[in-house]
């Protein structure tokens, strides 16, 4: 009998109509002979009220506050969904994160899961309960409750899979699949039948939305298959797994943008600091994730620095770098408006040029590129944020990724 864990995602639970779709497809899904774990999110925008309802009684509220408030968020929907499906006569039970098992680490509001113990888990389907299990939410070893990051219930979804080792995780959401480019700015974008981990990983962490990125990292790690489809058609979505790179003709599988980056340029740095390990070990210090990086040469015995990362840190790793530069001579300058545009494809590696096109597309559309970022497969431009969308229709349309 194979396991399925099921990931519903708020929007797919916003009503009480919708949780009662979704216990029906629960429901049918055990009929078929499947055992079910589902995990859901909170219920539509419910995340973001709880952050603005902290916001106005704090700037800066204490991140096990933050923890303990978010968490409820997910623990309103497995009641809600429990009760749906009870009414249609499935024997269930809802279990919060720590009763399922989800250890993490210390980190209140970004931890890590370090641990899916699911005995819980087992018991219940060995009693043919179907079993909902909260999102983006764990306990850590201090016995504490955490939340994963925005979008963490993918990350749940997916451990759990690869700790129970179920035959699939279906993510459910409000999009049918994965796209060339998101179908909401580029109309003729096409739905990908199969993606790679690989270069799922870099649309997922370069803007995609559709997982989170940590999800992805973990699937590829337990080779947990992933089903991303609509929760409100029986249509397949898009499949995520090991696809063989023999051979690929098409170099470029998507395009995907993040506007929400800034850049910070550290001007005039003399060249006997060394800036890249102080900065860098200053910001890896405080959690910081920074994304492209430029060094310019040294000129007249100094250098400027620049580099991005997400918008919502930028002012404490403004903090951070006024804290050491101190009484330095060099200046800090930030500009936020600015996006990230990439194009991703496990071709590329084997088809040269593709970064070339890129750059010519954005030229003959007259959009400056400030930062170049490449992998194996992707290349990503930083351009100006009002140019953002444009240069995806762009780049869309010169690697004739259109339906
Ligand atoms: N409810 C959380 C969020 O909005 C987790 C999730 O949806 O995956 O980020
Ligand atoms: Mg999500």
Excluded at 177 to 205: F, I, Q
Excluded at 274 to 293: E, G, H, P, R, Y
Excluded at 338 to 363: D, Q, W
Aim: charged letters at 20%.
């Amino acid at each position: 009998m194979a396991i399925i864990v099921q990931k519903f995602g708020g929007s797919s639970i916003a009503d009480t109509e919708k949780i009662m779709a979704v216990a029906k497809r629960i429901v049918s899904t055990v009929k078929e002979g499947n055992k079910v774990v589902a995990v859901v999110s909170a219920q539509g925008k419910t995340t973001d009220i709880l952050i603005e309802q902290a916001r106005a009684i704090s700037k800066n509220p204490p991140k096990r506050e933050m923890d303990m408030l978010l968490a409820t968020g997910e623990q309103v929907s497995i009641a809600l969904l429990a009760m749906a499906i009870d009414s249609l006569e499935q024997p269930v039970v809802s279990l919060t994160g720590a009763q399922g098992g989800i250890v993490t680490d210390t980190h209140h509001t970004k931890a890590r899961i370090r641990a899916v113990d699911c005995a819980r888990i087992k018991s219940e389907l060995g009693l043919w309960n179907v079993v909902i299990v909260a999102g983006f939410q764990g306990v850590s070893k201090s016995n504490d409750i955490t939340t994963l990051g925005r979008g963490g219930s993918d990350t749940t979804a997916v451990a759990i899979a690869a700790a129970l080792g179920a035959e699939m995780c279906e993510i459910y959401t409000d999009v049918d699949g994965v796209y060339s480019a998101d179908p909401r700015k580029v109309p003729n974008a096409r739905k990908l039948e199969e993606v790679g981990y690989g270069e799922m990983l870099e649309l997922a962490s370069l803007g995609a939305g559709v997982l989170q990125p940590r999800a992805v990292e973990v699937a590829a790690g337990h080779g947990v298959p992933i089903h991303v489809r609509s929760s409100f058609s029986y249509d397949k979505g898009t499949m995520i797994r090991e696809v063989s790179s023999v051979e690929r003709k098409i170099s470029v599988t998507g395009v995907a943008a993040d506007d929400n980056c800034a850049k910070i340029t550290l001007v005039g740095v003399p060249s006997e600091v060394n800036i890249l390990t102080l900065v860098f070990s200053a910001l890896a210090k405080q959690s910081i994730n920074v994304d492209m990086i430029v060094q310019a040469g040294t000129r007249n015995s100094v250098t400027d620095l620049s580099f991005t990362i997400a918008r919502a840190e930028l002012d404490s790793a403004l903090e951070t770098i006024n804290n050491i530069r101190k009484d330095s001579d060099w200046k800090i300058v930030c500009d936020e408006n600015v996006a990230k545009v990439s194009i991703v494809g496990a071709g590329m590696m084997t088809n040269p040029g593709v970064a070339a096109k890129m750059f010519s597309a954005l030229e003959e559309s007259n959009i400056p590129v400030y930062v170049v970022s490449t992998s194996e497969i992707k290349v990503s431009c930083l351009v100006p944020l009002e140019n953002y969308e444009e240069a995806v229709l762009v780049c869309h349309k010169k690697f004739e990724l259109e339906q």
